[in-house]
């Protein structure tokens, strides 16, 4: 049975590796990037399920969600959901351990 409710597990991989390698993103990024409509439900359940320490954001008239990891955040210590399992190993083989955008990550 098709659930066109629920997140593709591509759309939840590609959230998890946007926001681990440092990335701030918008509803407009996903739409533009995984032509997804979930992002909410997905920053959601990575929170409330996860326990992902996501910020948000509320910027302008429309008041657009921008989320993103906190600086100084391991991502190799977070629980990923089992269609993101591999991003975890993709960080670790980057080097790629703590958020910090001070040494010069770009957000989104």
Same mark, same amino acid.
């Given at each position: 049975?098709?659930?066109?409710?629920?997140?593709? @597990?591509?759309?939840?991989?590609?959230?998890?590796?946007?926001?681990?390698?440092?990335?701030?993103?918008?509803? !407009? /990024? &996903?739409?533009? +990037? !995984?032509? #997804?409509?979930?992002? #909410?439900?997905?920053?959601?359940?990575?929170?409330?399920?996860? *326990?992902?320490?996501?910020?948000? +954001?509320? !910027?302008?008239? &429309?008041?657009?969600?921008?989320?993103?990891?906190? /600086?100084?955040?391991?991502?190799?210590?977070? /629980?990923? @959901?089992?269609?993101?399992?591999?991003?975890?190993? &993709?960080?670790?083989?980057? *080097?790629?351990?703590?958020?910090?955008?001070?040494? *010069?990550?770009?957000? #989104?």
């Amino acid at each position: 049975m098709n659930e066109p409710w629920f997140s593709k @597990p591509t759309q939840r991989a590609w959230t998890c590796r946007a926001l681990a390698m440092g990335r701030t993103l918008t509803h !407009r /990024d &996903e739409i533009a +990037e !995984r032509r #997804g409509w979930r992002l #909410g439900a997905i920053i959601h359940t990575l929170k409330t399920r996860y *326990g992902w320490p996501i910020e948000v +954001e509320c !910027r302008g008239r &429309e008041r657009v969600a921008y989320y993103r990891l906190p /600086d100084g955040c391991n991502v190799l210590t977070l /629980d990923y @959901p089992r269609s993101a399992r591999q991003v975890r190993a &993709e960080m670790k083989a980057l *080097g790629r351990s703590v958020i910090d955008r001070a040494a *010069g990550d770009a957000d #989104g």
